[in-house]
């Protein structure tokens, strides 16, 4: 777990600095959003780990439901705020997007390459 949040907050660097030379194209909350998915990302992790110790089926179900409902809270906050923040509603929604995708896939990558070790350990 240790490494994993090391990792992440070299990740969440990388993307601070991106973002500052980018922040013309991002919404004006682009640092909430990239608090708010390091804090998932971490949890995810976490409560993922603790669905691997107990059972591999049990994990493949929490990850599929997670991952289902976290699209259906992010779908909703995106829709929200353009809703009532229309003039900036793109530029969230595609900030949103992206930093979505980036923590996606390296929490989907950490995971995997942590299945990988523990099957070649058994």
Known sequence: MNK???QLCI????????????RNI??????????FFFIVS???FYLSGK??????????NFYMASTVVKMMV???IIF????????DGKRFAI???????????????????KDKKTDGQQ
């Open 95 to 113: 900030t949103f997007l992206a930093y979505y995708l980036i923590y996606s896939v390296f929490e989907t990558y950490k995971l995997t390459k």
């Open 74 to 76: 992010y779908l909703s």
């Open 42 to 44: 971490i949890v995810m």
């Open 26 to 35: 991002l919404t004006i909350w682009w640092p909430a959003i990239v608090g």
């Open 11 to 22: 990740l969440t660097l990388v993307i601070i600095v991106a973002s500052v030379f980018a």
């Open 51 to 60: 669905a691997k110790q107990k059972d591999m089926r049990r994990f493949a």
């Open 4 to 6: 994993f949040i090391k």
């Open 80 to 87: 929200l705020y353009a809703f009532n923040f229309r003039e």
